[in-house]
């Protein structure tokens, strides 16, 4: 993939953002420093769609919002700009590029032809999750503690990516007074997912997060580079292939998420049930040579999951999740039925992925009901959704 040259403001406010995410632990031998998303190459069906879509649609609205401001904040500014950078970064565009180094307030923008309005719904959890993802993160550098990967996790299919469209259009935000500037948390976010993947540490390299990537990683401090192929999170299936020039010797740890109930690991077809865990990750520990190959196999079976026993008004119902993914009912989906929905204790459920509609479809066969994820929500039109549902049992 070829790589713009980006002027030293732009690349400054990029990298601002990254090296704010450093750990604190500077000095010590076992401190964790992340892969920088430059250095990451994102080929993942869920998530290059994603990717092209913020250059698309979503840098033309933040572009279109600043430029239509006769006095924009320099904080909505700054971040609007690093969302942009980043972006240019994945998906080079000289024109924007040359507009961009001579950015002024009040500039007309035809967007090519068609400029969408930010939304203006109220979805509180979508903000929030951003600083639940940014700091959680912080939390792996500073502890290595898996259950920070699996927080980073579930506030990004759930929280993160509930807070825009599909289509990467609308943003949605709190009611608050003034311009609405928190949806540029969410926009400068999404472009640079690929630095929060991997850390690496004086012996180890840490996969925290999956999806399909080429990386220029090292372990014990040897270059290696890394092929990650995955269908996650529509599959638990996950294989890395390592390439180096010489052999290296040191640690791979791959995070086994808490909601995966059991897994499998592989080393060159090989399978390895000996592999330690430690605070969520599996270790390998090894001499890796050219060509070697991991697999990892995720259980990604449905679960019921009760609320919080302070939710009283939710008392007696059950939230769906498959793997990392929370899922609800729509309205539309199940249509006549859905004020009396109740699942039957003896519920099955079959599960299918569906690419052209962005997300995967579950289905439970008794009731013919149809759940979709929870951050797909909302996309077609008013309706009513339900997230928590009443059990018979």
Not at 186 to 194: A, D, E, K, Q
Not at 215 to 225: D, E, L, Q
Not at 318 to 329: E, T
């Amino acid at each position: 993939m070829s790589r713009p040259f980006i002027p030293l403001p732009l690349l400054c406010a990029a990298l601002l953002f990254a090296t704010s995410l450093t750990s604190c632990r500077s000095g010590r031998e076992d401190r964790l420093t992340p892969v920088s998303f430059e250095a990451v190459v994102i080929d993942d069906d869920f998530w290059s769609d994603r990717l092209y879509r913020h250059m698309k649609f979503s840098v033309p609205v933040f572009v279109e919002r600043i430029e239509s401001q006769a006095a924009p904040t320099g904080d909505l500014k700054s971040k609007a700009l690093e969302g942009i950078a980043y972006s240019l970064f994945l998906y080079p565009d000289p024109v924007l590029q040359a507009r961009l180094d001579g950015w002024t307030a009040g500039k007309a923008f035809d967007g090519n032809g068609e400029v969408v309005e930010i939304g203006q719904t109220f979805r509180p959890d979508s903000l929030s999750s951003v600083g639940r993802f940014l700091w959680n993160f912080r939390e792996i550098l500073s502890s290595g503690d898996g259950k920070y990967a699996d927080e980073m996790e579930r506030s990004l299919y759930n929280g993160v990516l509930a807070g825009m469209s599909l289509k990467g259009d609308k943003f949605y935000q709190r009611a608050l007074q003034g311009p609405p500037d928190s949806p540029v948390d969410i926009f400068r976010l999404i472009p640079s997912i690929g630095g929060f993947l991997y850390a690496e540490s004086g012996k180890a390299l840490w996969v925290n997060q999956y999806m399909c990537n080429e990386a220029r990683v090292s372990i014990a401090g040897k270059p290696v580079r890394v092929q990650e192929k995955t269908t996650f999170p529509w599959d638990g299936d996950v294989a890395l292939r390592l390439n180096m020039d010489k052999p290296v010797k040191g640690e791979i740890r791959l995070r086994v998420p808490s909601w995966s109930r059991d897994y499998s690991l592989s080393v060159n077809g090989n399978m390895v049930n000996d592999a330690p865990m430690d605070k969520g990750y599996a270790v390998l520990a090894r001499e890796w040579a050219d060509g070697d190959e991991i697999e990892l196999i995720l259980d990604m079976s449905v679960r019921m999951v009760a609320p919080d026993p302070g939710m009283k008004e939710s008392e007696g119902k059950s939230a769906l999740w498959r793997g990392p993914l929370l899922y609800c009912l729509e309205e539309e989906d199940n249509p006549g039925v859905f004020d009396s929905i109740t699942l039957p204790p003896d519920a099955s459920f079959a599960f299918s992925w569906e690419p052209k509609k962005l997300y995967g479809i579950m289905e439970i066969r008794s009731g013919d009901l149809t759940f979709v994820p929870y951050y797909a929500s909302g996309n077609r039109g008013p309706g009513k959704t339900l997230v928590f549902i009443p059990h018979e049992d």
